[in-house]
C-alpha cells in the first residue's frame, strides 16, 4: 500500500491567516492526489483533484500544488468555516488517506 | 444532483455480517463513467477506503479486508452494498458510501504533456454509524 503522512497534524491559526498542510507519499504518485475536508459530524468534502484542480464551487483561497510524492494545500486567508479538519488521499492505486491535520482557531 | 444515503443495522454481532445500502438518487448508477465506493471512519480517526464498483462491475478492495469484504450493485434499485463478513468491535465505524468521479486531464510534466483520468470521491452520503457489540 501507498502510505500518506500529513504535516503537521494539528495547527492553530487566526482568522485572515495563510496556512500550508504538506502531504507526502510513500512512492511516486505522480499527480494522483485529493484533498477534502472535514468537519465534525459530517462527511469529508472534495476540495482539490489531481493535486491542483479546484473542485466546482470551492472558493479560490484554496489551492493545492505537487507531484510526485510531495504535495501542499494552501489556504490563502483564513475564513471562520474554514476550521476543520484536512485529508490527502492518494488515487494512483488502492486508496488511502493521511491521517489528517486539524485547523484550529488560535 | 445525485445524492448518496446510506441504510443499514446500526448494532452487529461479532462474528456476524455488517449489511449496508446506498441508495442513489438524482441519476442513475450506471449511467456515466464512476466509481461506487464504500469508506469507514473509526471514531477520532482518519477515514478508511473499503473498497469500490466500477460502472462494469468490476470491483477492488482494501488488501486488509478483502477477505472479508463484496461489494455489490443493484442497478434496477439504483443501489450498491456492501457485505463485511466476521467482524469485530474493530469495526466500529461510521461508515460512508462515496461515488468517485472522473477527470480526464492534461498536464506537462517534464518536457512531455501527459494526459491521465482521474478520480476523487465528489459526493458522499451522510454516513451512517456501526457499533458492533453483542
Known amino acids: 500500500d501507498i502510505q500518506m503522512t500529513q504535516s503537521p497534524s494539528s495547527l492553530s491559526a487566526s482568522v485572515g491567516d495563510s496556512v500550508t498542510i504538506t502531504c507526502r507519499a510513500s512512492q511516486s504518485i505522480s499527480r494522483f492526489l485529493n484533498w477534502y475536508q472535514q468537519k465534525p459530524g459530517m462527511a469529508p468534502k472534495l476540495l482539490i483533484h489531481a493535486a491542483s484542480h479546484l473542485q466546482s464551487g470551492v472558493p479560490s483561497r484554496f489551492s493545492g500544488s505537487g507531484s510526485g510524492t510531495d504535495f501542499t494545500l494552501t489556504i490563502s486567508s483564513l475564513e471562520p468555516e474554514d476550521f476543520a479538519t484536512y485529508y490527502c488521499q492518494q488515487s494512483y492505486s488502492i486508496r488511502t488517506f493521511g491521517q489528517g491535520t486539524r485547523v484550529e482557531i488560535k | 444532483q445525485v445524492q448518496l444515503q446510506e441504510s443499514g443495522p446500526g448494532l452487529v454481532k461479532p462474528s456476524q455480517t455488517l449489511s449496508l445500502t446506498c441508495t442513489v438518487s438524482?441519476?442513475?448508477?450506471?449511467?456515466?463513467?464512476?466509481?461506487w465506493s464504500w469508506i469507514r471512519q473509526p471514531a477520532g480517526k482518519g477515514p478508511e477506503w473499503i473498497g469500490h464498483i466500477y460502472t462494469t462491475g468490476s470491483t477492488s478492495y482494501n488488501p486488509s479486508l478483502k477477505s472479508r469484504v463484496a461489494i455489490s450493485v443493484d442497478t434496477s434499485r439504483n443501489q450498491f452494498s456492501l457485505d463485511l463478513s466476521s467482524v469485530t468491535a474493530a469495526d466500529t465505524a461510521v461508515y460512508y458510501c462515496a461515488r468517485e468521479g472522473e477527470w480526464l486531464l492534461s498536464s506537462m510534466e517534464g518536457s512531455a504533456m501527459v494526459t491521465n483520468y482521474y478520480y476523487g470521491m465528489d459526493v458522499w452520503g451522510q454516513g451512517t454509524t456501526v457499533t458492533v457489540s453483542s
Open positions: 438524482g441519476g442513475s448508477i450506471n449511467r456515466g463513467s464512476y466509481y
